[in-house]
């Protein structure tokens, strides 16, 4: 039986994840009490159904700290368990919130909408540490159904390698393992004919690689993710994120993403995001 657990801030697209996952043969559960997981687990299973979502988050909060031990428990149980969780900056958040005139689910009398913002990001911190992430911030509802579709449709049981372009000047994402800033090397932006393109392009391409220090860049980086990508393997990591940043996220960093996702793909589950291209 394969579970997905869904988890995150308030805001962040957690509807939207589970309707895709509903959309894609899901039977799914939403809110669900972490103390319930269990019984509810082997219900559906032996109510035949072998793909199930569940959300839990912080509407929960008097038994989340139990999470992690009971996927530990369904684990052992030889269940195909995974937890997804999406977070999303707070001036994204609070924008959200303010455009739908919705209730923050920790909101009282006396806290702003960012201090129960915070309040539920420390709420999650342990549920955050352990599971997969996506950062939603910039995301348009689109791109995040395609991103879960993505994720459905890995090879669990291998880790993931995710190469994510962005640009510096809409913030690092959320969801880094690894950043990488290449906003040292020669901008296509500057010149006129390439600045429509991005780095997909020929043109851009072939501009990059005509500089000596882009290739040492190259080098320098495929040989760090190389090197370190078996101890990551070995701590039984399933999903390690490498985002690579350059100023507008739509030339240099593109190029090196689409780069390293070609050397890497050979002998590794990869998988590539642009974030200011997708968004």
């Known amino acids: 039986m394969q579970l997905i657990v869904i988890s995150g801030l308030s805001g962040s697209g957690k509807s939207i994840a589970l309707t895709v996952l509903e959309d894609n043969g899901f039977y799914c559960v939403d809110n669900l009490p972490a103390n319930l997981l269990p019984e509810v687990t082997v219900y559906l299973k032996e109510s035949g159904h072998q793909r199930v ?31 997804l969780f999406l977070e999303t900056k ?23 909408l960012p201090e129960c913002i915070e309040m539920e990001r420390e709420i999650l911190r342990e549920i955050h540490d352990l599971a997969n992430r996506i950062d939603t911030s910039d995301l348009s509802a689109s791109s995040l159904r ?29 969801d880094s ?26 043109g851009v391409i072939e501009f990059l690689e005509a500089n000596i220090t882009v290739n040492q860049m ?42 390293l996702a070609r050397h890497f793909t050979e002998n590794n589950q990869v998988l590539v995001r642009h974030r200011e291209l997708d968004a």
Not at 149 to 169: C, E, P, V, W, Y
Not at 177 to 202: I, Q, S, W
């Open 146 to 174: 395609a991103w879960i579709r993505d994720f459905i449709g890995l090879n669990h049981a291998r880790l993931t390698l995710l190469f994510q372009s962005f640009g510096f000047k809409h913030g690092v994402p959320l």
């Open 177 to 202: 393992d690894m950043v990488f800033d290449v906003r040292c090397l020669p901008n296509p932006h500057y010149e006129a004919l390439l600045r429509p393109l991005t780095g997909k392009d020929g």
């Open 218 to 259: 190259f080098e320098d980086i495929r040989r760090f993710v190389d090197d370190w990508l078996p101890c990551f393997i070995r701590d039984n990591r399933n999903y390690l994120t490498v985002a690579i940043g350059c100023t507008g996220g739509r030339h240099r960093s593109v190029y090196f993403v689409e780069r």
């Open 53 to 83: 979502a569940v959300s839990i988050d912080a509407r929960s909060r008097e038994t989340l700290h139990l999470l992690p031990q009971r996927l530990a428990d369904l684990r052992r149980r030889e269940m195909d368990v995974h937890l």
């Open 90 to 112: 707070t001036d994204t958040l609070v924008k959200r919130f303010s455009e739908t005139r919705r209730r923050h689910p920790l909101s009282d009398n006396h806290s702003t």
